[in-house]
């Protein structure tokens, strides 16, 4: 299993903060959208902990369906 890097944490979680506040969306809202609990995205944000891929590709299809939606934008 491959370690991962305060530098991948950091990355992917200003990009899902990024898309986030794109699109106009609270992280309870991406949470609900996403169906995980609000502390995986903040979590995520902050550069805490990067969530399994399976989690990683629920948010990003979450982030997908809202811009396809128009989501506040």
Do not use: C, N
Request: charge should be positive; charged fraction near 30%; avoid cysteine.
């Amino acid at each position: 299993m491959q370690k991962v890097t305060d530098a991948q944490r950091r990355e992917f979680g200003a990009w899902l903060r990024r898309e986030r506040q794109r699109l106009g969306l609270t992280q309870l809202e991406l949470a609900a959208a996403a169906r995980v609990v609000i502390s995986t995205v903040h979590k995520a944000e902050v550069g805490t902990h990067l969530p399994q891929p399976r989690v990683r590709e629920a948010l990003r299809e979450a982030l997908a369906a809202a811009e396809a939606k128009g989501a506040r934008t």
